[in-house]
């Protein structure tokens, strides 16, 4: 079974482009919906979460997200201890796709995610795909986004390694800027040339 690590900064349109994998038929792993789900309101790192970063749940449950990112956004320690509830609990998740593949003898399967090799996650993978855009188009997408500031972007970019340096270490690019079409079409060009 090959696996294909699909990353990407953020605003890259790395979730627009795993959508195209899933069209083929190729199961995707998304660590980002992993992360929501853990974070549910019957979610498994909720109590956890909340004890550790007391008053961030909304009304129905949930861990809130913006109360969350109030509490650890620029704290690194905070961060740290986030990390050290969720990244276990998203790769446990991981392992269990990954063993449910094997055993439907899929050819190849995508794991998504946003911070592979600052996570050094590639070394769990065949090849790595980056999704990348100009800078231009990027800082458009994320600051359309509700509730995105210039100030929360440039956190969250310093957090991330610049795509210059994704790109560097990718096997394979996909741009994401000339419009869905072209997108689709390295996405079925990459899946070919790895079935072949």
């Not at 100030?151 to 419009?179: E, H």
């Amino acid at each position: 079974m090959f696996i294909l690590g699909l990353t990407g900064s953020i605003g890259m349109g790395k979730s627009a482009t795993a959508e195209m994998f899933r069209t083929l038929g190729i199961p995707v792993h998304d660590a980002d919906a992993t992360v929501h789900q853990l974070m549910g309101p019957k979610g498994r790192a909720t109590a956890k979460i909340n004890q550790v970063f007391p008053g961030c749940l909304a009304e129905n449950g949930a861990v809130d997200r913006q109360k969350l990112g109030a509490q650890v956004l620029g704290d690194d320690v905070a961060l740290k201890k986030l990390e050290a509830i969720l990244h276990p609990m998203v790769r446990g998740e991981e392992r269990k796709f990954l063993r449910i593949c094997q055993l439907q003898r899929r050819k190849i399967v995508v794991l998504d995610i946003p911070l592979l090799f600052e996570t050094k996650g590639e070394k769990r993978c065949d090849a790595v795909c980056v999704v990348s855009a100009t800078k231009a188009i990027q800082k458009r997408r994320v600051l359309a986004r509700s509730g995105m500031t210039q100030q929360k972007f440039n956190v969250i970019l310093k957090k991330q390694m610049p795509d210059v340096q994704k790109r560097r270490r990718a096997d394979y690019i996909i741009f994401s800027g000339a419009g869905f079409r072209v997108a689709r079409n390295q996405v079925k060009k990459i899946v070919q040339e790895i079935q072949g």
